[in-house]
């Protein structure tokens, strides 16, 4: 019984469409992911006006502006994140559940919001990124030129793309992102 416990019970009047984080921007799916996923950086809940604090980082990075006008922030991941269990990992690893979540793959999910395929309404903002139109336009051609293309899994085709300009991984746990 989890008479003692601390529970919430919700519900949704319509169940949301996706809870892939690139694409689910609904009012439903984001109360969901917002449980579920963790970013960069997010806003203390209580504070007023809205501040920012760390969730993977490890602190909010300074801006570093540039004598071109672009901005730069580093940072530094938590050392101690894990991805949820899954025998997907075991494919790659000795029988491991899990690993640590990298600078890597905060550059992937970059992608993946760059992707045209996945269609996510964030992109907009997130050009911002130093070379992450060129990266979303080049991916497009390729699609657009390459049938065969299409087939490759994801990562193969951010690798035939290039990276993200302004994406540059320093270490396993750091990363600078330039605006």
Do not use: W
């Not at 439903?28 to 760390?54: F, K, Q």
């Not at 602190?59 to 899954?86: S, W």
């Not at 760059?114 to 336009?137: T, W, Y």
């Amino acid at each position: 019984s989890n008479a003692d416990a601390k529970v919430m019970y919700s519900a949704f009047r319509e169940a949301p469409k996706t809870l892939d984080p690139v694409k689910a921007y609904t009012t439903n799916a984001t109360a969901i992911n917002g449980n579920i996923y963790d970013s960069l950086l997010e806003y203390h809940y209580l504070d007023r006006p809205y501040r920012l604090i760390p969730s993977l980082a490890v602190q909010v990075p300074q801006a570093q502006p540039q004598a071109d006008g672009r901005v730069v922030y580093e940072f530094a991941l938590r050392p101690d994140l894990l991805f949820q269990d899954d025998v997907c990992f075991s494919l790659s690893q000795d029988n491991q559940q899990t690993r640590q979540v990298t600078a890597a793959d905060v550059e992937f999910q970059l992608m993946r919001i760059a992707d045209p395929r996945n269609a996510s309404p964030v992109i907009a903002p997130l050009s911002n990124i130093a070379g992450f139109k060129a990266f979303h336009n080049r991916l497009k051609a390729l699609h657009e030129n390459d049938a065969s293309f299409s087939t490759l899994k994801a990562h193969e085709q951010y690798k035939i793309a290039g990276s993200i300009a302004g994406v540059e991984i320093v270490d396993e746990l750091n990363l600078r992102i330039v605006l």
